[in-house]
């Protein structure tokens, strides 16, 4: 058929110290024993069969990744696997001023961070409980750390649209590349009512408005090092893009090139399913042959359709990585 996965996206553990509405619930989800979840030597050894089936970028999310001690250790693992040529992270940035240096030096070429709102107040709703100034502490940090390209994740919630201008603004003077993400229906959390969901066609709406206000037209540009099937924008003179991710209203599974390892060793291969191959047994005794059949199985049943699979996934959003 043609499809190339050469994408894993590698949730490092389901632990976070935010809850975020669109992606948790307020109480939380119970966490997985530690004992459950593989060890970063276990992840790389994973990573290495990836390779042999094709995949070459590997994005660390969570949870929060950053929570689990030494992701840096994990980082180096990976740099050091011959046939990885991109190394991600994504976050939502509270710990990068701790970590942004030591994660660059250990080989981590970019980083997403999440980051909902500029304004303080409805980024602790957002966030339930989030300081806004530390998040933007990280994207300093991230920087200064020189991991190219940054990319700020924003969640199109509610109230979002009177804050385009200054999420515009941001991408002006730095290259900072802001990517708006249409909300997903996983794992049985976040906004019901239809009045809580923003598309990319709204948001557009207004970024057209704000070009013919003055800021002049935006224009579609390429991908600043792009993996997914984000669409970009630039206005005149802004080092920065704006971009979209239509997750809901564009139909991208058809040009879908991401695996997804859980914490606790299984393999997804689609957001939108239940569908998960346990690998952890085959890594944990380094079954190289077990480990290629079981990535090729999953591979086997990859639909490229979300519309075939019906029903809330049972993990939520920070028990996959998004
Ligand atoms: N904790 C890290 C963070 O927030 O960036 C990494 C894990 S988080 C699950 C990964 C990305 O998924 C974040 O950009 C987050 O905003 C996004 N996300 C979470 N729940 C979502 C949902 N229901 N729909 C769309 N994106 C979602
Ligand atoms: Fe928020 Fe990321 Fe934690 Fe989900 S995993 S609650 S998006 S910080």
Redesign the pocket.
């Known amino acids: 058929m043609g499809h190339k996965v050469d994408y894993l996206r590698l949730s490092v553990t389901d632990r976070?110290n935010?809850r975020?509405v669109?992606?948790m619930p307020p109480e939380g989800v119970p966490f997985k024993p530690h004992e459950s979840l593989l060890s970063y030597e276990d992840m790389a050894f994973f990573v290495e069969r990836a390779v042999e089936m094709g995949i070459s970028k590997v994005r660390l999310?969570?949870?929060?990744?950053l929570v689990r001690r030494g992701v840096s250790d994990l980082v180096g693992l990976i740099r050091a696997t011959s046939g990885i040529h991109g190394i991600s992270l994504?976050?939502?940035g509270v710990l990068l001023p701790r970590f942004a240096h030591e994660l660059k030096a250990a080989g981590l070429d970019r980083v997403?961070?999440?980051l909902?709102s500029l304004d303080p107040e409805r980024y602790r709703l957002l966030t339930r409980g989030g300081s806004l100034d530390n998040v933007l502490r990280g994207v300093e940090a991230a920087l200064r750390a020189s991991l190219d390209p940054v990319k700020i994740?924003v969640?199109m919630m509610q109230g979002l649209l009177p804050e385009l201008p200054d999420f515009v603004a941001v991408t002006r003077d730095r290259p900072l590349h802001v990517r708006f993400?249409?909300?997903?229906p996983?794992g049985g959390c976040?906004p019901r009512l239809p009045g809580d969901l923003l598309t990319k066609a709204d948001a557009m709406a207004v970024l057209e408005r704000l070009g013919a206000e003055g800021l002049g037209k935006p224009t579609p540009v390429q991908s600043p090092a792009g993996w997914g099937p984000a669409h970009y924008y630039q206005f005149p003179g802004h080092q920065g893009t704006i971009g979209f991710i239509g997750?809901m209203s564009d139909h991208f599974c058809g040009e879908c090139n991401r695996l997804r390892l859980t914490a606790d060793g299984r393999l997804k291969n689609c957001l939108f399913s239940d569908d998960e191959v346990d690998v952890k047994g085959a890594v944990q005794a380094r079954d190289r042959d077990g480990v290629l059949a079981l990535i090729q199985e999953s591979l086997d049943k990859k639909t490229f359709n979300k519309d075939l699979i019906s029903g809330w996934t049972s993990r939520g959003?920070?028990q996959v990585?998004?």
């Open positions: 976070c935010y975020c669109y992606c999310t969570g949870g929060e990744p994504t976050t939502n997403n961070i999440s909902d994740n969640v993400i249409e909300w997903m996983v976040g997750s959003m920070s990585g998004g």
